[in-house]
């Protein structure tokens, strides 16, 4: 981790040579896509250089623009942006990873990605259709490919050189040490849910033995309310140190080593979200020291994404 006076510029580096991850990240999670231009404009205007894509979101085209623009405008060079895309569940046999991954970099407008994770452990029925389900509207699991099929496909990638590095999302630690343990090339990151709610220290302790970089999503609760935003000892640290419940929890994330992933919509909120200060011993203990324990979003179970608005009226639990 390089470790930096300013908060905002903490850079975590990757297994294998792979580069450095911008701690703070943007997350591009936005079903509008009008809006997911300005957002991502806005981000990199505020100083976010690590932005977070999928090919479920259904929005990398704009997310690309976005970023092609925004970089001209403010003589931003490739090199300096982190860029994170995922495969989706339906892509899972090994025959469609790569093409799959052109997909995405095609929509991105990217020559190469800093990473490319497997968005779930759950491999759906293979084909275009991102939400597979039988008449009894349950989705259709792919059972004749397994998470290390889908794996080997991804060092691949890694080998043909247009992916730096290559992780894993929504997985759990049972899920991840056989991975782990198989692996030719090792994940260098893992996507999950954390936040002081659901710390996933286990989770995070397993990673950093193994320089893997836990990459935590929902950091404020996906905004949820009532929620973290509004915790009382969030709030009574804000308070204190003169900053805002959103800023205290994402400089918690970054001081306890995790990167993060947030998704302001407004330029306010962008600036807001990327001034984040280094918080004091005492205020960190004292989240450490939180109770309460939720877990905002259920897609670590199935695989059906529990924040993306739902297309289906059949589908359950999104
Ligand atoms: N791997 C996965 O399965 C997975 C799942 C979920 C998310 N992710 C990734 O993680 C990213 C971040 O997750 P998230 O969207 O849940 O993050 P989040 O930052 O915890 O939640 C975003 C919500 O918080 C609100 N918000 C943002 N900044 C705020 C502030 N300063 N004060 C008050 N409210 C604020 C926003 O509300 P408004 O709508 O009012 O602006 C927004 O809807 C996503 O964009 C995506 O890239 C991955």
Known sequence: MFESADLRMTRISLNHGAGHLPALGFGTLIPDPAVTITATRDALKAGFRHFDCAERYGNEREVGRALQAGSAAGDIAREEIFVTTKLWNSNHRPERV??????????????????????????????????????DGNVLYDHNVTLLDTWKAMETLVDHGKCRAIGLSDITLDTLKPIYESARIKPAVVQVESHPYLPEIELLEFCKERSIVLLAFAPLGHGMKPGLLEDPVIAAIAA???????????????????????????????????????????????????????????????????????????????
């Open 98 to 135: 790569e093409p799959a991954f052109e997909a995405s970099l095609e929509r991105l407008g990217l020559k190469y990605l800093d990473l490319y994770l497997i968005h779930t452990p759950f491999a759906f029925q293979p084909g275009d259709d991102q939400d597979p389900r039988g008449k």
């Open 240 to 318: 204190r140190v003169g900053k805002t419940p959103a800023q205290v929890l994402l400089a918690w994330a970054v001081q306890r080593g995790t990167a993060v992933l947030t998704t302001p919509r407004t330029t306010a909120r962008a600036r807001e979200n990327f001034d984040i200060s280094r918080l004091p011993a005492d205020a960190l203990d004292e989240i450490n020291r939180i109770q309460t324990r939720q877990r905002l979003n259920p897609v670590v179970n199935t695989g059906v994404p529990g924040f993306i608005p739902q297309a289906k009226s059949t589908a359950e639990g999104k």
